[in-house]
Each structure stands twice: as C-alpha cells, then as structure tokens.
C-alpha cells in the first residue's frame, strides 16, 4: 500500500521560508517522479514543483521560480518543498504526489497523492 506523508506545513510571516517535507513508502521511489501542489478552498490544484528520478532535473513554474525549490532524497524516499520569501498568497494547502511518468506528474495527473499539509502566510 502506497504511502505519501507531507510535513512542515504551519503559520509564518511573509518574508519568511519554510521546508515541506514529504516520505513515500509503498513503492519503489527512484522509479516515481514527484511533484508538488497547492490548492486554495474552491479552486483546483497547482502545480509548483517537480523532480525527475533521479532529482538531476526539475521544473518549477515561472510563478514561483525565484523562491521555490525542489529536492529529493533517494536514500530516505523523501522529497522536500523549499519556500523562500512567502507571500500571503502562497497559503494553501500543499500535497506531495508521485507519478510513473515525468509528463503525468507535470500536467497533474500523477498516481499517488498526499493528505496535503496546510501553509498560512500572514501579512
């Protein structure tokens, strides 16, 4: 049974960072390329974040290219979300996902999805 666990959600100040983390158990992590998400109450999900197999590659979208980051460990089946200078419009809640194919997890479609963790930025 697939597993995906997110953490290090909370409450901080714009201005500051915060590190998601995320552990997957259930599968055979180097063969899942990851992604991150965020989705406000009523909208549907976004796409901020995705590594490759092998964390070589990633993408991250212009709307949030100069303060997020993405990594991941391959020894520890975890993948990490880095936020820098957070808004007030980054909060919402975040979800870890896994997904077989690079072109599945980049348009959303990915096979395993996290419970989510919820991020409040205050202005």
């Known amino acids: 049974q697939v597993q995906i666990v997110e953490s290090g959600g909370g409450l901080v100040q714009a201005g500051e960072s915060l590190k998601l983390s995320c552990v997957i158990s259930?599968?055979?992590?180097?063969?899942?390329?990851l992604g991150w998400f965020r989705q406000a109450p009523g909208k549907g999900r976004q796409g901020v974040a995705f590594?490759?197999?092998?964390?070589?590659?990633?993408h991250v979208p212009d709307s949030v290219k100069d303060r997020f980051t993405i990594s991941r460990d391959n020894a520890k089946n975890m993948v990490y979300l880095h936020m820098n200078n957070l808004k007030p419009e980054d909060s919402d809640t975040y979800y870890c996902?896994?997904?077989?194919?690079?072109?599945?997890?980049?348009?959303?479609?990915?096979?395993?999805w996290g419970q989510g963790t919820q991020v409040t930025v205050s202005s």
């Open positions: 996902a896994a997904a077989r194919s690079w072109g599945a997890v980049v348009r959303g479609e990915p096979e395993y």
């Open positions: 259930g599968l055979k992590f180097d063969d899942y390329a």
């Open positions: 590594i490759n197999y092998t964390g070589r590659s990633s």
